[in-house]
């Protein structure tokens, strides 16, 4: 079976490592060719080309970052949708929006290609791990197929439901994370700002139960102040703006989140945007109103 991995950034260059560590042949594809380079010492063989990555693979995955990107490589006359082999699988990892995937799923239809949306829960460090959280929509025999490589790459594989059932759930989540990212941060500026220590609170709030895992994770970053990314605060507000248009979609508001999303915006302005997500701590600090 050939398979084909497109986009080698944070997650999708750990996704790849841990394919090839688990025995498999891989082709690989990214824009900037140096990332795909490294990979090549692991074993993977280097495509020049989206259209030499994709025209003889059976299954191809993808961990692009954002629908204009994934519109970029998959659309057109050099893209994946004109050029893959008739009944392959496109597995999609990276972070849409639901409509975006039914759109994409369709043309891919259309082309004689069969897709699942299964984007990911769990950042760099559980990507290397290989103990990611799969999303997916989908056929089930289309997800039975992909199950193995799922299986090497996550610990934990979710059939949501239908195409697209996968994304709506990773909405749900990012919601979440994005909003929890902000309230920690706004409640260490208050301890700190109303005469706390800044670690006695971080620590204290840490161990208490009102945090969740993956703020913990971002304890280190608060503490030595160095916000390099493992999930860029860019991505963070382009996951708000896409959970926004989805909550548009489906008639409803959701205003803390739109609140949120321009926090991000902001700090984004303020060229935070390719720091990590804990970086909107920083930001928020330095504001003073
Ligand atoms: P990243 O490190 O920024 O990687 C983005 C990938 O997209 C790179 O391969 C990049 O290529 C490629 N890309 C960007 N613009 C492109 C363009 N115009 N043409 C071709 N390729 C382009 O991002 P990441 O952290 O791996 O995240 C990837 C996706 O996973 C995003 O949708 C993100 O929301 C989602 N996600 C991330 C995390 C996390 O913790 N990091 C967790 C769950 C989900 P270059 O290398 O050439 O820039």
Redesign the pocket.
């Known amino acids: 079976m050939k398979i084909t991995f497109?986009?080698?950034?944070?997650?999708?260059?750990r996704m790849a490592a841990n394919l090839i560590k688990g025995g498999n042949e891989l082709l690989v594809w990214?824009?900037?060719q140096g990332?795909a380079e490294a990979l090549k010492q692991s074993g993977a063989k280097l495509a020049s080309s989206v259209v030499a990555a994709v025209k003889d693979a059976d299954i191809l995955i993808t961990?692009?970052?954002?629908p204009?990107?994934i519109e970029?490589?998959a659309l057109g006359k050099e893209g994946i949708i004109m050029n893959a082999k008739k009944n392959s699988l496109w597995i999609n990892?990276?972070?849409?929006n639901p409509s975006f995937v039914e759109e994409m799923a369709a043309k891919a239809k259309e082309a004689g290609l069969r897709y699942l949306d299964a984007?990911?829960?769990?950042?760099?460090g559980v990507?290397e791990k290989g103990e990611l959280i799969f999303l997916v929509g989908g056929d089930n025999k289309d997800l039975e197929d992909a199950r193995p490589l799922l299986s090497i790459m996550g610990k934990s594989i979710n059939h949501l439901g239908k195409v697209g059932d996968g994304t709506k759930m990773?909405m749900v989540i990012n919601l979440v994370l994005a909003q929890s990212m902000i309230a920690f941060s706004e409640a260490v500026n208050l301890g700190v700002t109303s005469g706390l220590d800044e670690s006695s609170i971080v620590n204290i709030l840490s161990e208490s139960p009102v945090v969740s895992p993956f703020l913990k994770l971002k304890k280190s970053k608060l503490e030595s102040k160095n916000f390099s990314?493992?999930?860029?605060l860019k991505?963070a507000h382009?996951?708000l703006h896409l959970i926004l248009q989805t909550a548009y979609e489906s008639n409803i508001s959701l205003p803390l989140t739109a609140i949120a999303k321009e926090v991000y915006g902001m700090a984004k302005q303020d060229g935070k945007g390719d720091e990590d997500i804990s970086a909107i701590y920083e930001y928020l600090v330095s504001k003073k109103f």
Do not use: Q
């Open positions: 497109i986009g080698l950034g944070i997650m999708g260059s990214n824009r900037s990332k961990m692009l970052s954002s204009e990107v970029e490589i990892t990276s972070t849409v984007p990911v829960s769990g950042s760099k990507a990773k990314p493992e999930f860029s991505w382009k996951d």
